[in-house]
């Protein structure tokens, strides 16, 4: 919930804005990064969504997956739904979590940026 | 009498209820009660979330769909993990900075009207409920095996219903969200702890991965069934063989001579048979433990896997906890520890369920006994794994260390599934539209009696099921029953929660026609296949196919997600401030205003003491 908004505080919105403290929101700024979180967020989901989908696909049309004996008793089937299925959520994870605090950062700067903007026009 | 084992389940339940009564000091606030105060950290957040996730079907049923159907049961872990990665990219960090306290404050926040917060404390609701008869039904048939003995002239299962019920209400209803959460903690990394030891048990007596799932492949999965003269005699339409007949084909001379002899005296009761297994999906290939096939035909692989990983997004009492994350960020490294921490315990758990198939098959062809009823090698309820095989490797104080784990297993789930409960009676609507004036001491003291409600009525359903007959109809019960509760939330509520936070055109009759049609949709589905599945109704037709969908979900999310954008488009109106909600579920002024003031900090969990 924002602590103030723009016109609480007195100054005349140009444009939908959040202020908390020193720091501002706008709506352009953050359907900017919006835009990119949603590419982030959509791109992966994408690949979660088409390894996570192949291998029933593969479990029904790909004899060789599902029956060929690799190592040991463990098929290619078996062994990516036992171990090497976790080892790829924990990547996915990892690296978007990554990507998505780099692109708060980047939200971060911009709102700045357009908050020092705003101060400069009106002290002119 | 498995004194030992008992003695240790007592130990943890008298852990469960000190920590509860030693965290009632620091829930002073509703914010204590129902969000620990939003100052959980990553990792303790992540063992919270590990603890409230993982249940009884986890602990249990993974490891005994795995000993029963091989492949097929090994993707429970990996759905049920991969659950996580949804929630991860698409909600965490959205849903914390939002900033309240349930799913359904998202719901009126976002959307902004009355009507919406109450439909969703009606999803909520009923998600919960799903949910919690399994954990009941696990505490009923837990306790029937591990204590075997009724108390104050109740049957067993009733025993373990009734003493889960007791010491939840209690343990939830004092400690709240920060008892809950420091116990789930506790429960979490003790069941993990349960699972790594007998799987480390396993590898200390020989077990070898690859040779172990080879030597399972070499003969055919056998199906274990205990069945009623009638049920043996009573040939199969569809291949006119009796059960009978089918057995001689698996069961060895001996074994088969006690099952005639069962049949011609027409004796009461059930007796065990081993089956040939049919493979579902290749038909004409021999159903193999390393192959798919044994649970899923070729559209069940598709809608069991989208089940699991959208369920996992729609668990209220998942999703409360993200509330509890101090910033968006948090949440996503939260969620990144739940993968690591529950993965290991999915990896593990298909271990355990492999080498129980070696280790008890070798036990009894050596002349061994075990407690549990079994035939031709095989135990005839796959869910008693767990204890039997640690049992079977350490004694009694491992099977002490299981049976703790499997009541930890319920009582993490329990505890979470009533917080939820009780935050959507006392927040959502007490607090919201019965008395918005009520003082902090009375607010927290309705999430308490609400606690007890729930508490009550997870004890009837619990009660209800052998009563229906459930347990009869299906052979996997809790599993079966946890998948129920996963397509419910799918449906309901991930397509509101993915629209809301991802397409700005969603309106408010929209999202609410969508959790209508998702919610109504599911249920009525999982109605109609226990139906079918209890003989109540045909399976011809179009009846009979609706009924014959064992995960509704491949049908209800598109629908619900469907009829959601469609009543968008055509409503077309907005809320007034959508660009402030935008900014408030997208935007990061808030939590940099907080980073300033040192407010990003994570706390220890419980706070100041209340005086």
Do not use: C
């Not at chain 1, 990516?80 to 780099?102: C, E, G, N, P, R």
């Amino acid at each position: 919930m924002a602590d103030t908004t723009a016109r609480a505080a007195g100054k005349a919105p140009t444009a939908a804005h959040v202020r908390h403290g020193e720091h501002v929101d706008t709506i352009e700024s953050v359907d900017a990064v919006f835009r990119e979180q949603r590419k982030l967020s959509f791109t992966y989901g994408a690949i979660f969504f088409a390894v996570t989908l192949a291998i029933p696909a593969a479990s029904v049309w790909w004899e060789d997956w599902y029956a060929k004996p690799i190592w040991g008793g463990f098929t290619a089937n078996y062994l990516f739904v036992s171990l090497i299925y976790y080892v790829f959520l924990w990547v996915m994870a990892w690296t978007y979590s990554k990507q998505a605090d780099k692109l708060d950062e980047k939200l971060a700067h911009m709102a700045e940026e357009i908050a020092a903007q705003s101060q400069g026009g009106e002290e002119a | 009498m498995n004194t030992l084992a008992i003695v240790l389940v007592i130990a943890l339940i008298l852990f469960t209820i000190a920590l509860s009564i030693f965290s009632r000091r620091f829930t002073r606030t509703t914010a204590d009660f129902y969000l620990a105060g939003r100052k959980v950290g990553s990792f303790s957040n992540a063992s919270a979330i590990s603890g409230d996730y993982l249940s009884a079907a986890s602990f249990l049923g993974v490891a005994g769909a795995v000993y029963a159907s091989g492949l097929d049961g090994v993707w429970y872990a990996a759905g049920f993990a991969g659950g996580f990665m949804v929630v991860v990219l698409f909600i965490a960090s959205a849903l914390r900075r939002f900033g309240e306290y349930t799913v359904a404050d998202f719901a009126y926040g976002r959307f902004g009207s009355d009507r919406i917060r109450l439909v969703t404390v009606l999803a909520v609701l009923l998600t919960s409920l799903f949910y919690m008869a399994p954990q009941m039904f696990g505490a009923g048939t837990t306790w029937q095996v591990l204590v075997g003995k009724g108390i104050f002239g109740m049957e067993p299962y009733t025993s373990g219903v009734v003493v889960i019920a007791a010491i939840m209400a209690f343990y939830v209803g004092v400690g709240g969200m920060k008892g809950t959460t420091l116990n789930q903690i506790f429960q979490f990394w003790w069941l993990w702890f349960a699972m790594f030891l007998v799987v480390a048990f396993a590898f200390g007596n020989g077990f070898s991965y690859p040779k172990a799932l080879a030597d399972a492949s070499k003969e055919p999965i056998v199906d274990t069934k205990a069945l009623t003269v009638a049920e043996l005699t009573t040939p199969n339409p569809a291949t006119g063989k009796t059960p009978l007949e089918a057995a001689k084909t698996v069961m060895t001379p001996e074994e088969y001579a006690k099952v005639e002899e069962f049949v011609a005296a027409k004796s009461e009761g059930k007796i065990p048979v081993a089956l040939p297994a049919k493979n579902k999906l290749h038909e004409l290939r021999a159903m193999l433990f390393r192959e798919p096939g044994h649970r899923y035909n070729k559209f069940d692989q598709f809608s069991m896997v989208l089940a699991l990983v959208l369920g996992t997004a729609g668990l209220p009492h998942i999703l409360n906890r993200y509330y509890t994350n101090p910033s968006g960020s948090a949440a996503r490294r939260s969620t990144f520890w739940v993968l690591v921490f529950i993965g290991t315990f999915y990896i593990m758990a298909p271990i355990a369920g492999l080498a129980g198939l070696g280790f008890i098959k070798e036990h009894l062809a050596n002349g061994g006994t075990i407690a549990a009823a079994n035939v031709h090698g095989h135990l005839v309820k796959p869910d008693q794994v767990m204890p039997t095989l640690g049992n079977l490797l350490g004694g009694q104080a491992l099977l002490g260390v299981v049976s703790a784990g499997a009541f930890a297993a319920m009582f993490s789930t329990i505890g979470g599934l009533l917080i939820a409960s009780a935050s959507a009676v006392g927040h959502d609507v007490y607090e919201k539209y019965i008395n918005p004036n009520a003082s902090e001491t009375k607010r927290v003291l309705v999430g308490r009696v609400a606690v007890l409600l729930f508490a009550g009525l997870a004890l009837l359903i619990g009660l209800a099921i052998p009563k229906f007959g459930l347990d009869q109809a299906y052979p996997a019960l809790i599993a079966m029953m946890v998948t129920w509760a996963f397509s419910v939330g799918a449906s309901a509520f991930v397509p509101m929660l993915l629209t809301g936070i991802w397409w700005k055109g969603t309106t408010e009759r929209g999202a609410t026609a969508g959790i209508f049609v998702g919610l109504g949709s599911s249920i009525l589905f999982i109605f109609l296949n226990i139906l079918q599945t209890l003989g109540k109704i045909p399976k011809e037709g179009v009846v009979g196919f609706l009924g014959s969908l064992t995960f509704p979900v491949l049908f209800t999310f598109p629908l619900s997600l469907l009829t959601i954008i469609v009543v968008s488009k055509l409503d077309g109106q907005l809320p007034k401030n959508v660009d402030e909600i935008w900014m408030r579920i997208h935007g990061t002024a808030h939590e940099r205003h907080e980073r300033d003031l040192g407010l990003d900090k994570v706390g220890g969990l419980l706070g100041t003491k209340s005086h």
